[in-house]
């Protein structure tokens, strides 16, 4: 069985960098075709896609955030990291992490999912 587990800091200043770990258990990252993915919800609103990495460590980015994000992974710890900088308010959200066994097209794509992890940017 397949866990994700998100983790990291859930409140956040303007202007600083959100960092985030998705700890991957039960499957390698590295394991062919599959992609790990952020996407986010902010309050009231649906689901937004942020970006992913594959198997071989390819990143693709949503292009309105691509300048702030950088999705990395260590395969000796199994995980896969998010950062983005120059957060503002507009940012709070809960954050996913989300594996889907080849490219994602949709938030059907995805088969599993981490419980989610609320980050507030706030001073």
């Known amino acids: 069985q397949v866990q994700l587990q998100e983790s990291g800091p859930g409140l956040v200043k303007p202007s600083q960098t959100l960092s985030l770990t998705c700890t991957v258990s039960g499957g390698s990252i590295t394991t062919k075709f599959y992609y790990w993915s952020w996407i986010r919800q902010p309050p009231g609103k649906g689901l937004e896609w942020i970006g992913s990495i594959d198997y071989s460590g390819s990143t693709d980015y949503k292009t309105s955030l691509s300048g702030r994000t950088s999705i990395s992974r260590d395969t000796s710890k199994n995980h896969v990291t998010l950062q983005l900088s120059s957060v503002t308010p507009e940012d709070t959200a809960v954050y996913f992490c989300?594996?889907?066994?080849?490219?994602?097209?949709?938030?059907?794509?995805?088969?599993?999912w981490g419980q989610g992890t609320q980050v507030t940017v706030s001073s």
């Open positions: 989300a594996r889907a066994p080849g490219r994602p097209r949709d938030f059907t794509d995805y088969d599993y």
